[in-house]
Protein backbone atom coordinates (compact mmCIF):
# COMPACT_ATOMS: atom_id res chain seq x y z
CA UNK A 1 0.00 0.00 0.00
CA UNK A 2 3.09 2.50 0.26
CA UNK A 3 3.93 2.09 -2.97
CA UNK A 4 0.62 3.10 -3.69
CA UNK A 5 0.47 6.23 -2.36
CA UNK A 6 4.14 6.78 -3.37
CA UNK A 7 2.36 5.81 -6.96
CA UNK A 8 -0.65 8.31 -6.19
CA UNK A 9 1.50 11.34 -5.02
CA UNK A 10 3.72 11.07 -8.13
CA UNK A 11 0.59 10.38 -10.74
CA UNK A 12 -0.93 13.62 -8.82
CA UNK A 13 1.67 15.72 -9.50
CA UNK A 14 1.65 14.90 -13.36
CA UNK A 15 -2.10 15.61 -13.13
CA UNK A 16 -1.39 19.29 -11.69
CA UNK A 17 -0.31 20.60 -15.02
CA UNK A 18 -3.64 19.28 -16.20
CA UNK A 19 -5.62 20.73 -13.35
CA UNK A 20 -3.86 24.08 -13.56
CA UNK A 21 -4.58 24.50 -17.07
CA UNK A 22 -8.71 23.69 -16.53
CA UNK A 23 -7.81 26.14 -13.39
CA UNK A 24 -7.36 28.85 -16.01
CA UNK A 25 -10.61 27.90 -18.41
CA UNK A 26 -12.85 26.69 -15.41
CA UNK A 27 -12.71 29.61 -12.80
CA UNK A 28 -9.99 32.46 -14.77
CA UNK A 29 -12.10 32.81 -17.76
CA UNK A 30 -15.16 30.72 -16.88
CA UNK A 31 -15.22 29.00 -20.44
CA UNK A 32 -17.00 25.68 -20.29
CA UNK A 33 -13.90 24.22 -22.15
CA UNK A 34 -14.05 20.38 -22.99
CA UNK A 35 -11.24 20.45 -25.79
CA UNK A 36 -9.12 19.07 -22.60
CA UNK A 37 -10.27 15.64 -23.37
CA UNK A 38 -8.44 15.66 -26.95
CA UNK A 39 -5.48 17.63 -26.37
CA UNK A 40 -4.34 15.66 -23.28
CA UNK A 41 -3.83 13.01 -25.88
CA UNK A 42 -2.66 15.42 -28.33
CA UNK A 43 0.24 15.98 -26.07
CA UNK A 44 0.77 12.14 -25.08
CA UNK A 45 0.29 11.37 -28.84
CA UNK A 46 3.65 13.95 -30.10
CA UNK A 47 5.67 13.13 -27.63
CA UNK A 48 5.59 9.63 -28.21
CA UNK A 49 5.87 9.69 -31.78
CA UNK A 50 8.63 12.01 -31.94
CA UNK A 51 10.71 10.75 -29.04
CA UNK A 52 10.45 6.90 -30.82
CA UNK A 53 11.68 8.98 -34.03
CA UNK A 54 15.16 9.56 -31.83
CA UNK A 55 13.87 13.70 -31.17
CA UNK A 56 14.87 14.33 -27.28
CA UNK A 57 12.27 13.97 -24.72
CA UNK A 58 12.78 17.66 -23.90
CA UNK A 59 12.05 18.91 -27.62
CA UNK A 60 9.12 16.48 -27.91
CA UNK A 61 7.85 17.73 -24.94
CA UNK A 62 8.06 21.29 -26.30
CA UNK A 63 6.46 20.29 -29.39
CA UNK A 64 3.45 18.61 -27.33
CA UNK A 65 2.36 21.96 -25.50
CA UNK A 66 2.91 23.40 -29.11
CA UNK A 67 0.34 21.02 -30.13
CA UNK A 68 -1.94 21.54 -27.26
CA UNK A 69 -1.70 25.63 -27.60
CA UNK A 70 -2.78 25.28 -31.24
CA UNK A 71 -5.56 23.16 -30.19
CA UNK A 72 -6.79 25.59 -27.83
CA UNK A 73 -6.24 28.41 -29.97
CA UNK A 74 -8.66 26.56 -32.16
CA UNK A 75 -11.22 26.34 -29.67
CA UNK A 76 -10.71 29.86 -28.76
CA UNK A 77 -10.89 31.14 -32.75
CA UNK A 78 -14.40 29.14 -33.15
CA UNK A 79 -15.93 30.78 -30.24
CA UNK A 80 -14.75 34.41 -30.13
CA UNK A 81 -14.51 34.47 -34.17
CA UNK A 82 -16.78 31.86 -35.32
CA UNK A 83 -19.54 33.18 -32.80
CA UNK A 84 -19.76 29.39 -31.70
CA UNK A 85 -21.25 28.88 -28.57
CA UNK A 86 -18.16 27.90 -26.06
CA UNK A 87 -19.62 24.19 -25.07
CA UNK A 88 -19.86 23.30 -28.35
CA UNK A 89 -16.49 24.84 -29.46
CA UNK A 90 -15.02 22.73 -27.44
CA UNK A 91 -16.69 19.66 -27.98
CA UNK A 92 -16.23 20.25 -31.90
CA UNK A 93 -12.14 20.42 -31.47
CA UNK A 94 -12.74 17.10 -29.13
CA UNK A 95 -14.04 15.58 -32.14
CA UNK A 96 -11.56 16.77 -34.24
CA UNK A 97 -8.98 16.06 -32.14
CA UNK A 98 -9.86 12.64 -31.91
CA UNK A 99 -9.00 12.07 -35.97
CA UNK A 100 -6.27 14.00 -35.40
CA UNK A 101 -4.72 12.29 -32.97
CA UNK A 102 -5.46 9.08 -34.84
CA UNK A 103 -3.22 10.74 -37.70
CA UNK A 104 -0.81 11.66 -35.30
CA UNK A 105 -0.40 7.94 -34.31
CA UNK A 106 -0.15 6.71 -37.98
CA UNK A 107 -3.19 5.12 -38.14
CA UNK A 108 -2.58 2.80 -34.67
CA UNK A 109 -4.80 3.30 -31.75
CA UNK A 110 -2.44 3.24 -29.38
CA UNK A 111 1.86 3.64 -29.33
CA UNK A 112 4.33 2.09 -26.69
CA UNK A 113 7.39 3.50 -25.38
CA UNK A 114 9.18 0.77 -24.51
CA UNK A 115 12.95 0.74 -24.45
CA UNK A 116 13.00 4.07 -25.58
CA UNK A 117 14.48 7.33 -23.60
CA UNK A 118 12.39 9.68 -21.77
CA UNK A 119 12.07 12.38 -19.51
CA UNK A 120 11.94 9.42 -16.73
CA UNK A 121 14.77 7.26 -18.00
CA UNK A 122 17.32 8.22 -15.30
CA UNK A 123 15.53 9.77 -12.46
CA UNK A 124 12.97 9.23 -10.34
CA UNK A 125 9.98 11.54 -10.86
CA UNK A 126 8.89 11.77 -7.28
CA UNK A 127 12.79 13.42 -6.55
CA UNK A 128 12.41 16.11 -9.36
CA UNK A 129 8.51 16.58 -9.89
CA UNK A 130 7.26 18.72 -6.98
CA UNK A 131 10.15 21.31 -7.73
CA UNK A 132 9.14 21.54 -11.45
CA UNK A 133 5.19 21.40 -10.97
CA UNK A 134 6.40 24.14 -7.77
CA UNK A 135 8.52 25.89 -10.97
CA UNK A 136 5.75 26.34 -13.16
CA UNK A 137 2.65 27.12 -10.44
CA UNK A 138 5.32 30.14 -9.46
CA UNK A 139 5.52 30.98 -13.29
CA UNK A 140 1.89 31.19 -13.80
CA UNK A 141 1.33 33.34 -10.58
CA UNK A 142 3.94 35.99 -12.24
CA UNK A 143 1.85 36.08 -15.35
CA UNK A 144 -1.42 36.18 -13.34
CA UNK A 145 0.34 39.54 -12.12
CA UNK A 146 0.98 41.05 -15.20
CA UNK A 147 -1.14 43.50 -16.74
CA UNK A 148 -1.96 40.69 -19.50
CA UNK A 149 -2.18 38.03 -16.52
CA UNK A 150 -4.83 40.74 -14.74
CA UNK A 151 -6.73 41.83 -18.33
CA UNK A 152 -6.96 37.93 -18.57
CA UNK A 153 -8.65 37.30 -15.09
CA UNK A 154 -10.59 41.00 -15.83
CA UNK A 155 -11.95 39.02 -19.10
CA UNK A 156 -13.41 36.23 -16.79
CA UNK A 157 -14.67 38.48 -14.22
CA UNK A 158 -16.34 40.83 -16.59
CA UNK A 159 -16.30 41.19 -20.02
CA UNK A 160 -18.11 44.29 -20.74
CA UNK A 161 -16.23 46.18 -18.07
CA UNK A 162 -12.82 45.11 -19.29
CA UNK A 163 -13.79 45.82 -23.01
CA UNK A 164 -15.08 49.34 -22.22
CA UNK A 165 -11.16 50.22 -20.72
CA UNK A 166 -9.94 49.32 -24.56
CA UNK A 167 -9.10 45.42 -24.00
CA UNK A 168 -9.63 43.02 -26.75
CA UNK A 169 -11.63 40.32 -24.81
CA UNK A 170 -11.52 37.90 -27.90
CA UNK A 171 -7.67 38.14 -27.80
CA UNK A 172 -7.78 37.37 -24.14
CA UNK A 173 -9.89 34.68 -24.44
CA UNK A 174 -7.96 33.10 -27.20
CA UNK A 175 -4.74 33.35 -24.98
CA UNK A 176 -6.51 31.53 -22.28
CA UNK A 177 -7.57 29.14 -23.79
CA UNK A 178 -4.65 28.10 -25.69
CA UNK A 179 -2.31 28.02 -22.70
CA UNK A 180 -4.78 26.19 -20.75
CA UNK A 181 -4.49 23.42 -23.17
CA UNK A 182 -1.14 23.81 -23.38
CA UNK A 183 -0.67 22.93 -19.70
CA UNK A 184 -2.96 19.91 -20.25
CA UNK A 185 -0.83 18.70 -23.22
CA UNK A 186 1.89 19.11 -21.11
CA UNK A 187 0.98 16.70 -18.21
CA UNK A 188 -0.80 14.50 -21.45
CA UNK A 189 2.83 14.22 -22.52
CA UNK A 190 4.71 13.50 -19.49
CA UNK A 191 2.43 11.00 -18.60
CA UNK A 192 3.02 9.31 -22.16
CA UNK A 193 6.81 9.13 -20.96
CA UNK A 194 5.73 7.77 -17.65
CA UNK A 195 3.96 5.19 -18.31
CA UNK A 196 5.73 4.71 -21.49
CA UNK A 197 2.55 4.26 -23.43
CA UNK A 198 0.09 6.45 -25.18
CA UNK A 199 -3.42 5.53 -25.98
CA UNK A 200 -6.01 7.53 -28.45
CA UNK A 201 -8.67 7.05 -25.94
CA UNK A 202 -6.40 7.97 -22.98
CA UNK A 203 -8.24 11.53 -22.54
CA UNK A 204 -11.13 10.43 -21.94
CA UNK A 205 -13.04 12.08 -18.87
CA UNK A 206 -10.02 14.09 -18.25
CA UNK A 207 -11.94 17.37 -17.82
CA UNK A 208 -13.85 15.60 -15.28
CA UNK A 209 -10.42 15.10 -13.10
CA UNK A 210 -9.10 18.54 -13.80
CA UNK A 211 -12.63 19.41 -12.27
CA UNK A 212 -11.95 17.11 -9.12
CA UNK A 213 -8.63 18.49 -8.80
CA UNK A 214 -9.85 21.75 -8.51
CA UNK A 215 -12.88 21.77 -6.40
CA UNK A 216 -11.33 19.50 -4.30
CA UNK A 217 -8.72 21.62 -3.40
CA UNK A 218 -10.70 24.77 -3.45
CA UNK A 219 -12.74 22.86 -1.03
CA UNK A 220 -10.29 21.48 1.71
CA UNK A 221 -7.61 24.58 0.76
CA UNK A 222 -9.34 27.16 0.35
CA UNK A 223 -9.09 29.94 -2.88
CA UNK A 224 -8.41 33.42 -1.32
CA UNK A 225 -6.08 34.65 -3.70
CA UNK A 226 -4.08 33.72 -6.73
CA UNK A 227 -1.30 32.01 -5.15
CA UNK A 228 -3.32 30.32 -2.49
CA UNK A 229 -5.49 28.83 -5.13
CA UNK A 230 -3.63 27.59 -7.65
CA UNK A 231 -1.37 25.81 -4.62
CA UNK A 232 -5.02 24.36 -3.70
CA UNK A 233 -5.10 23.26 -7.39
CA UNK A 234 -2.15 21.10 -7.11
CA UNK A 235 -2.81 19.87 -3.66
CA UNK A 236 -6.19 19.26 -5.53
CA UNK A 237 -4.86 16.76 -7.97
CA UNK A 238 -2.58 14.68 -5.41
CA UNK A 239 -5.27 14.51 -2.99
CA UNK A 240 -7.66 13.43 -6.11
CA UNK A 241 -5.07 10.53 -6.85
CA UNK A 242 -4.58 9.43 -3.25
CA UNK A 243 -8.30 9.26 -2.45
CA UNK A 244 -9.09 7.05 -5.91
CA UNK A 245 -6.16 4.94 -5.17
CA UNK A 246 -7.15 4.15 -1.33
CA UNK A 247 -11.45 3.59 -3.31
CA UNK A 248 -9.67 0.63 -4.89
CA UNK A 249 -8.46 -1.05 -1.84
CA UNK A 250 -12.27 -1.57 -1.27
CA UNK A 251 -13.16 -4.82 -2.03
CA UNK A 252 -16.59 -4.37 -4.11
CA UNK A 253 -14.77 -1.83 -6.12
CA UNK A 254 -12.87 -2.77 -9.18
CA UNK A 255 -10.33 -0.60 -11.48
CA UNK A 256 -13.06 -0.73 -14.12
CA UNK A 257 -15.06 1.58 -11.34
CA UNK A 258 -12.34 4.04 -11.87
CA UNK A 259 -14.61 6.89 -13.84
CA UNK A 260 -17.72 6.20 -11.06
CA UNK A 261 -15.31 6.75 -8.53
CA UNK A 262 -14.24 10.05 -10.30
CA UNK A 263 -17.95 11.18 -10.60
CA UNK A 264 -19.02 10.58 -6.82
CA UNK A 265 -15.55 12.17 -5.95
CA UNK A 266 -16.71 15.44 -8.10
CA UNK A 267 -20.22 14.88 -6.50
CA UNK A 268 -19.20 15.13 -3.45
CA UNK A 269 -16.46 17.82 -3.69
CA UNK A 270 -19.35 20.07 -5.21
CA UNK A 271 -21.92 19.52 -2.71
CA UNK A 272 -19.32 19.33 0.09
CA UNK A 273 -19.46 23.24 0.15
CA UNK A 274 -23.24 23.51 -0.24
CA UNK A 275 -23.83 21.46 3.15
CA UNK A 276 -21.38 23.52 5.11
CA UNK A 277 -22.95 27.02 4.37
CA UNK A 278 -26.46 25.28 4.99
CA UNK A 279 -25.05 23.90 8.17
CA UNK A 280 -22.95 27.56 9.35
CA UNK A 281 -26.38 29.45 8.40
CA UNK A 282 -28.40 27.16 10.65
CA UNK A 283 -25.87 27.29 13.61
CA UNK A 284 -26.08 31.27 13.18
CA UNK A 285 -29.98 30.87 13.11
CA UNK A 286 -29.89 29.00 16.36
CA UNK A 287 -27.47 31.56 18.05
CA UNK A 288 -29.53 34.60 16.37
CA UNK A 289 -32.33 32.91 18.22
CA UNK A 290 -30.95 32.22 21.38
CA UNK A 291 -29.56 35.71 21.79
CA UNK A 292 -33.54 37.26 20.74
CA UNK A 293 -35.10 34.47 23.64
CA UNK A 294 -32.57 36.15 26.05
CA UNK A 295 -32.95 39.42 25.17
CA UNK A 296 -36.70 38.65 25.36
CA UNK A 297 -36.12 37.00 29.00
CA UNK A 298 -34.32 40.28 29.98
CA UNK A 299 -36.49 42.44 29.03
CA UNK A 300 -39.58 41.12 30.86
CA UNK A 301 -37.27 40.33 34.02
CA UNK A 302 -36.53 44.06 33.64
CA UNK A 303 -40.44 45.19 33.09
CA UNK A 304 -41.06 42.77 36.19
CA UNK A 305 -38.70 44.68 38.02
CA UNK A 306 -39.99 48.16 37.29
CA UNK A 307 -43.30 46.87 38.11
Known amino acids: MYDSMLGAVEMGLLYAFMALGVYITFRILDFP??????????????????????????????????????AGMCTGLLHTKGKINGLLSGILM?????????????????????????????????????????????LM????????????????????????????????????????????ALSGALITQYSTFADSSMGIGMIVIGLASVIIGEAIFGAGNVFRATLAVVLGSIVYRIVVALALYVPWLRPSDLKLITAI?????????????FLKQKNLARKRSVELAEQALSSKRGGTIDA
Open 33 to 70: DLTVDGSFTTGGAIAAVMITNCYAPWLATLAAIAGGML
Open 265 to 277: IVIFALVFPSIQR
Open 94 to 138: MIALYSINLRIFGGKPNWSLMGDTTLFSSINPLLVLPFVVLFVKI
Open 141 to 184: DLFLRTDLGLALRATGDNARMIRSLGVNTDNTTILGVSLSNGMV
